[in-house]
């Protein structure tokens, strides 16, 4: 009896062992807002999701396979708060969905993955890639995702930390076809943070490709925190443009932050077919979990081009107000 005992005891210390080495996480984001907009068509009134993060519903997980190594995965479903659809429809976890393989050497990724200048955005964006601000209003972003992704990426105690990304395009027939081919080198430590990325992405028959460079940092100095970015766009038939961005965030306390920021794009390709932004924005965190926010941006072009309008050389107006849950 004393056996059977102790080697139940034993058993369940084992397993207990076991079961802590692993996690399985659920979590997400509820978003929504009173958006209202004016993109030359009269003015549209209505509650939108996810206007300052994708409201989500997230799993990730991990175990510790031991010698430093991780088994990660992380599947994530984007929805629509103020309808309940998919934010993408017919695709269940559209945001990001992969498995990897993480240790001293950084971690390598195989799925769908967050695109290179997407990753970055929240180092040279003070708008972090969200609200009326958000900067792929202007920049060329190459989307925000790539699917069949293998993406490496490290993070050094030096603080220097990349990435390297390759897409299959997966047409038969052709290894170059629909191809994405991406890197990124930047450094972050204390108030400082700069990246340089550069996103490849070839078309449909694999003769061309959209080419984006950007570079683009931070320095946090406390109350003032200013952005820059610069980015160069090339290919694909007449694709030659330059990207500008200056802003500036006013860390007022360390749940109110002010947002502001001024982007440009130049169509070197063509004339009159130049837009500019300005935008400006207010966050409150009221606890670790939930947050209000509002933003405010005018977005002008040339008579030759249409950036975010239903007409060349219109006007959009865009104001936002909303809440953020996060669980």
């Not at 993406?151 to 990349?162: E, P, V, W």
């Not at 003769?207 to 406390?222: C, E």
């Amino acid at each position: 009896m004393k056996k059977s005992l102790l080697a139940l005891t034993v058993l369940g210390s084992i397993s207990g062992a076991a079961l802590a080495q692993s996690s399985i996480t659920v979590y997400g984001v509820v978003d929504m807002g009173l958006k209202v907009e004016n993109a030359g068509a009269g003015t549209y009134l209505g509650l939108d999701s996810g206007n300052q993060s994708g409201s989500r519903l997230g799993f990730k997980g991990t175990e510790d396979l031991g010698g430093g190594l991780k088994a990660n995965f992380v599947l994530e479903a984007g929805f629509l708060a103020d309808t309940g659809a998919n934010s993408t429809a017919g695709v269940l976890f559209n945001r990001q969905s992969y498995v990897s393989l993480s240790g001293n050497f950084g971690e390598v990724k195989l799925g769908r993955t967050n695109t290179m200048v997407y990753s970055y955005a929240a180092t040279f964006d003070p708008f972090g890639d969200a609200l009326a601000g958000d900067s792929a209003r202007i920049f060329n972003y190459g989307g925000s995702r790539t699917d069949n992704t293998v993406n490496y990426s490290f993070a050094a105690k030096n603080g220097i930390n990349g990435q390297l990304a390759y897409s299959f395009g997966e047409v038969a027939g052709s290894t170059s076809a629909a191809r994405t081919t991406a890197g990124a080198i930047g450094y972050a430590a204390g108030p400082a943070a700069i990246v340089l990325t550069h996103q490849n992405t070839k078309n449909a028959t694999g003769s061309d490709g959209a080419k984006t460079t950007l570079l683009g940092g931070n320095y946090n100095f406390g109350l003032l925190q200013p952005f820059a970015a610069y980015a160069i766009n090339k290919g694909v038939g007449t694709l030659n443009t330059r990207d500008a961005l200056l802003g500036i965030n006013f860390n007022l306390t360390p749940t109110d932050v002010i947002m502001s920021s001024i982007m440009h794009k130049y169509d070197q390709f063509t004339g009159h077919r130049d837009a500019t932004q300005v935008a400006l924005g207010y966050s409150h965190a009221i606890s670790v979990r939930t947050g209000i926010y509002t933003s405010w941006a005018r977005l002008t072009n040339d008579y030759n081009i249409n950036y975010k309008t239903v007409k060349n050389g219109a006007t959009d107006n865009l104001f936002m107000i909303g809440m953020r849950h996060k669980f």
